[in-house]
Structure formats: structure tokens, C-alpha cells
Nanobody
């Protein structure tokens, strides 16, 4: 059973930066996409950023220009560099690795941005 282990969340002041990491506990073959989602209290989970096997990236409009997703295929690890953080970025962040027909999720890491 593959597990995704996230790290890097925490408390930061507005304008600060955090880098999230998500590593798979075992090799995952034929990865389609790797991504980050977030869920704020009382809101639905939303896509933050994703990167395909070909390297194409996709970002939510709210984070474009501030967040950068990257990956290490060899390490089965995906990263999210978050700069210029805002209080509205506060949420639990989840990583996801899609490898058809499987869909793997991390346990979530809390990101809190104070004003």
C-alpha cells in the first residue's frame, strides 16, 4: 500500500513563504499527474496546482504567480513552493498522485497564514 507523506506546513506571516513536500513511500509507475489541493474550513477541496507526466503545469487563478509546483520523478516526490502567502491561503493542503486506475492522497498538512 503506497502512502504519501507530506511535510513543510506551518504558521507563517502574510507575505512569507513555505515549501511543501510530498513523498511516496514506494515507487509509483506510470504517473499521470501529481498535484496539490487544499481545503479551508467550511469550503470544498480545490485544486491548487498540478503537473502532468509531460511537465505541463496548471494553477488555480488565485495562486498564479505566487506558487510553483515541481517534481522529482525519480524520487516520486512533488513540491509546492508558496511565496507571497496571504491569509486566504490558510487551509489543509493535500497532495495527490494519479496513476490510473489508482488515486493516492496524502494525509494533509496545515498551512496557516496570519495577517
Amino acid at each position: 500500500q503506497v502512502q504519501l507523506v507530506e511535510s513543510g506546513g506551518g504558521l507563517v506571516q502574510a507575505g512569507g513563504s513555505l515549501r511543501l513536500s510530498c513523498a511516496a513511500s514506494a515507487s509509483i509507475f506510470s504517473i499521470n499527474t501529481m498535484g496539490w489541493y487544499r481545503q479551508a474550513p467550511g469550503k470544498q477541496r480545490e485544486l491548487v496546482a498540478a503537473i502532468t507526466s509531460g511537465g505541463s503545469t496548471n494553477y488555480a487563478d488565485s495562486v498564479k504567480g505566487r506558487f510553483t509546483i515541481s517534481r522529482s520523478i525519480a524520487l516520486n516526490t512533488v513540491y509546492l513552493q508558496m511565496n507571497s502567502l496571504k491569509p486566504e491561503d490558510t487551509a489543509v493542503y493535500f497532495c495527490n498522485i494519479a496513476s490510473w486506475p489508482y488515486d493516492y492522497w496524502g494525509q494533509g498538512t496545515q498551512v496557516t497564514v496570519s495577517s
